[in-house]
């Protein structure tokens, strides 16, 4: 059972189902309460700061647990009496209302401190305590975040004695809620240490989400471990949740420690959730668990599990894993490398529909590897939609794949994913602001900040759309004067050799700097299956060929210095011509 309250690495996750405070003495009174305020003076404690200064002068002691209960208890007094009453009452805080100012500002910081906290409320569905279950679960939460609201304000009201001119209508009781529930699966021989971790099977976002993870880059590739890490694995089934999702057409169970929660949750605005009914015994066809302990070291690879029809990916509790780029790309590769054993073949780019205004109409898609232009492509796109687009449907943004099918011989594109993770940088100004009521934004203030939001329903991504336009995305070569953003390959051989070569400018979402190289621009999946994914570019190349279907490269300078933003506009202008020439011919 998850424990009623849970403080580590900046997430507080409290079960409603084993505590829930429904008053405010119920918060001042719980261990959860002192928990926080233990920890906020812990962290304090080797800094220079006016709270450390006045609570040791107060309690005239440095004993942390001395000062926590001290403060505590001039919390509960403050719910009930003002400042100048309790300094008129009790003596041991006749020191109060003299120093009302700095107490406050004290106030401040803890409450700072504790919104700066990512705060998870769970409830475990058909629980039969006196906690509670998923029907009343979102108006409890609402409940209790403002019951926290509130008992803030009535502290500072009494504290100062004086009311706000500004009531701010802040996230200051939980900003994200799972409903959580036991689900039976047939859990292989070897997995038994999963059995008993439970699954989220609802969740409640306070959007904009924001978060702030140790790392904001991801470096090197995955690969295939021969041997089960599972084995190796120390898995608390008490600590992991379990979030399974629909990537593409296969069946995730997304296993997650609660100290890397944030990537658990994140993937809620990138991918299709998986119902009950639809994951209740039935084995995955591939598996993640983030953050176990590898008691051989830092790992993140996977494994092909032939018995059980299943590829698991791995990675390990280490710091250096803390960015969301572990947990989607894993997701993906491990895709990618069960689509490739199927016969179909993965492309790393986006797909759009498109219909001009004079009803000229394409799919086009654009591959090439992260910070080539893909999604910034599609912003471009969608920038310029007013004056050139009366619709335009993103079937993937980041990963899809090709297939025959075999009903009618078509040559399909299906997607991956139901939203975008992207790079706050390359987007058009004032896009991540339109975005802000239902993104999650990870790192806003650093180099390679990041937005995930949902962009397609699972319908638009599954439905299996035609392919007009092939483009590799080119964000190395300058477009010189007279010349065109976009090139049609002559033949099959030409183009493979460029998109094979996978050349991209480095952007910063990886480690990798200058120009760089990766097989088939597609570093999860194809690179590790060479052979099987150079099997089927044969294939799929020869199908664009013999289909007469557009396959050529489209500059988007996203790499050239000074052409971040006009480059892909750019671009984009010309294959709106490009489109209504097609619809001519």
Same mark, same amino acid.
């Not at 090139?487 to 493979?496: G, W």
């Given at each position: ?15 409603? &189902? ?42 005239? &002691? ?24 309790? &300094? ?49 679960? *979102? ?33 200051? !009781? ?44 991801? &470096? ?122 199927? !016969?179909?073949?993965?492309?790393? !780019? ?22 080539? !232009?893909?999604?910034?492509? *599609? ?60 993104? *999650? ?19 638009? *991504? ?124």
């Amino acid at each position: 059972m998850i424990k009623s309250f849970s403080l580590s690495r900046g997430k507080a996750m409290i079960n409603f &189902s084993s505590k829930y405070c429904k008053t405010e003495a119920e918060v001042l009174e719980s261990d959860a309460f002192k928990c926080v305020i233990k920890k906020y003076f812990e962290r304090i404690d080797k800094e220079y700061t006016k709270s450390k200064l006045l609570m040791h002068s107060v309690v005239k &002691s440095e004993n942390i647990d001395e000062i926590v209960e001290k403060t505590v208890i001039m919390f509960k007094l403050l719910t009930t009496m003002t400042s100048k009453e309790i &300094s008129e009452n009790f003596d041991r805080f006749s020191f109060l209302y003299e120093n009302k100012e700095r107490f406050n500002e004290m106030l401040e910081d803890i409450y700072t401190y504790w919104r700066n906290l990512e705060r998870y409320a769970i409830v475990f569905e058909n629980n039969t305590s006196e906690g509670l279950d998923r029907k009343s679960f *979102i108006a409890t939460k609402k409940d209790f975040d403002d019951l926290i609201l509130d008992l803030y304000r009535k502290i500072s009201i009494n504290l100062l004695l004086e009311t706000p001119s500004v009531y701010r209508q802040v996230s200051a !009781g939980t900003n994200a809620g799972l409903v959580l529930k036991k689900v039976v699966w047939p859990v292989p021989e070897g997995y038994e240490s999963l059995k008993r971790i439970p699954f989220i099977v609802n969740m409640v976002l306070e959007t904009p989400f924001i978060t702030y993870p140790k790392k904001n880059t991801r &470096s090197g590739f995955f690969e295939e471990e021969k041997t089960n890490p599972i084995i190796d694995a120390i898995i608390d089934q008490d600590a992991f949740l379990c979030y399974p999702i629909w990537v593409g057409d296969l069946l995730c169970f997304a296993y997650c420690h609660r100290d890397f929660i944030t990537h658990l949750v994140s993937l809620s605005n990138l991918f299709e959730p998986a119902k009950v009914n639809e994951v209740a015994g039935r084995k995955p066809d591939i598996m993640i668990i983030f953050s176990y302990i590898d008691q051989r070291g830092a790992n993140d690879k996977y494994y092909v599990d032939d018995k059980n029809d299943m590829i698991v990916g791995y990675v390990s509790y280490d710091e250096r894993y803390d960015y969301f780029g572990y947990m989607k790309k894993m997701i993906l590769t491990i895709h990618n490398i069960k689509q490739i054993k199927r !016969g179909n073949l993965p492309i790393h !780019g986006s797909m759009i529909k498109l219909e001009l205004n004079d009803s000229s109409k394409a799919n086009i898609v654009i591959m090439g590897d992260s910070g080539a !232009g893909k999604s910034e492509s *599609i912003e471009a796109l969608r920038s310029l939609s007013k004056e050139y687009l009366s619709d335009m449907t993103i079937i993937f943004d980041d990963m899809g794949n090709f297939r025959i099918n075999p009903a009618n011989n078509k040559l399909l594109a299906y997607g991956t994913e139901t939203g975008a993770f992207v790079r706050l940088d390359d987007l058009d100004e004032g896009y991540a602001f339109k975005q802000l009521d239902r993104s *999650i934004f990870m790192n806003p203030d650093k180099i390679n900040a990041r937005l995930i939001s949902p962009v397609s329903s699972y319908e638009e *991504i599954m439905n299996g759309e035609k392919v007009d336009i092939f483009l590799y995305a080119n964000n190395y070569d300058e477009v010189k004067e007279n010349e065109k953003s976009i090139i049609r390959f002559k033949n099959e051989e030409e183009a493979k050799k460029v998109f094979i070569a996978g050349k991209r400018q480095a952007k910063g979402t990886t480690s990798e700097k200058g120009l760089t190289t990766s097989f088939f621009a597609n570093p999860f999946g194809p690179y590790q299956e060479q052979e099987l994914s150079n099997i089927l570019i044969d294939k799929y190349f020869k199908e664009l060929f013999d289909r007469d279907i557009f396959v050529g490269q489209i500059k988007t300078q996203l790499g050239i210095v000074g052409k971040e933003k006009d480059g892909p506009k750019e671009a984009a202008i010309e294959l709106f011509d490009l489109i209504k020439k097609l619809n001519r011919n």
